[in-house]
């Protein structure tokens, strides 16, 4: 069953007025403001039929245009329906990857555009009022790294939630999104590779990774956000090496995020 808020978000058929562009308005609305959760049930097509007051064409153009924006998908069968999706990074990362393909840019130029920003993000964090807090909370993953330096998936996922962390604890939303939607397209473009060094990388390289993030760490607790921003773009450049190897001049690709 479609969640009761459904009903609630200003949805109505004399405010569609059988027009597709304005019912896929006023759902979209009603998904962003976040009325619905990601998996919710919209409802039938039936249900819709009679919320809005239109015809089968009309409905099924607003719900083509949804779809198209991967804000929903519609599941046919007698147990169906159309199913809300939050938006999030990878439906970010779908739409830039398009443009990025476009235009023939290489992964290098996209991980370029993240060691520009993370160590940006890394000085916000060592000056925030709450560092101490941020610094306890990239602490205890490198605690996690060093548990598992072992085995190379398990540390390299910790190391990944590090820059995401890192990320998030800045605070501000919009380079978040920026940094959610360029770690998406980097990732999706070389995860196999990736996974595959990661198991051939000699221990040595993750304790040498370790032991700049705690670094990092360190340069936070101390509030000094100047040598934080140079040692996070070290870092940064390192990482390109390590993480696209000879996937850099390659360019991006939206199939990919399909």
Known sequence: MAKPTAGKGGVSGSSASGKPKQIADELRGLIISGGLDEGDLLGTEADLLKRFEVSRPSLRESLRILEAEGLISVV???LGGVVVHRPDQR???RAAALVLQTRSVSLTDVFEAAAV???ALA???AMSRGRERAAQRLRELVIEMKRTVDDPVACTTAMVGFHSDMVELAGN???IVICEMINEVITRAAVADVLTRSQQEPIASRRRTIREFEQLVDLITAGDGE??????AAHMARLRRTLLGKRGSSTVEVNSHL
């Open 76 to 78: 046919r069968g007698a």
């Open 91 to 93: 439906m970010t990362a």
């Open 117 to 119: 920003i993370e160590p």
């Open 123 to 125: 000085r916000m964090v």
């Open 173 to 175: 939303q919009t380079l």
């Open 227 to 232: 040598a934080a921003q140079a040692h996070c």
